[in-house]
């Protein structure tokens, strides 16, 4: 059986940042043992500024274009104790045998609206948008506790 770790992993979603930084998401973000970003990052900077808090696992969204984006995946895979999350930007790109590879957390953004939901056992967890704000979304990200096999997912409004 494998050993527990000393703590629960802390790990940060955010998602649709557009090229904005906000004071608020980094404060969120702070003290995460990693940082998942689920696209629609829009410009390096947002990425050297995450990686100054965490380590990063990242995915490319539909506005991720250019030179700066292109070795960026479409889909990354992390496994965070004994929980194995896929990150993708779009939940239409969500492959459709997630048992199959024993994906227990899919984290997507690409509609700004945050959300977390269970189907079929698996855990899906956007985090919605910490950029610009788009129509009345709210503006957000989420966090991920993981404990061994336990993980739980919750949403943080950034400004109201």
Do not use: Y
């Not at 696992?57 to 896929?86: C, F, M, Y």
């Not at 979304?137 to 966090?143: E, K, N, Q, Y």
């Amino acid at each position: 059986m494998p050993q527990r770790p000393a703590h629960p992993s802390r790990i940060g979603l955010i998602s649709d940042t557009h090229n904005l930084v906000r004071p608020e998401a980094l404060a969120h973000l702070a003290g995460c043992d990693a940082i998942v970003h689920a696209g629609d990052i829009c410009n390096q900077t947002v990425l050297d500024a995450l990686a100054q808090i965490a380590p990063l696992t990242v995915v490319r969204g539909n506005n991720d274009i250019g030179e700066w984006a292109a070795s960026i995946p479409t889909h990354a895979t992390l496994i965070v104790q004994q929980v194995k999350i896929l990150v993708v930007h779009d939940l239409a790109d969500v492959p459709r045998n997630l048992h199959d590879d024993d994906v227990r957390v899919v984290v997507t953004g690409h509609s700004h609206k945050p959300l977390i939901a269970e189907r079929d056992g698996v855990l899906f967890v956007n985090p919605g948008s910490a950029g610009p704000r788009r129509f009345k979304l709210p503006i957000s990200a989420g966090m991920l506790t993981i404990d061994g096999a336990r993980v739980e997912a919750t949403l943080h409004m950034l400004t109201t």
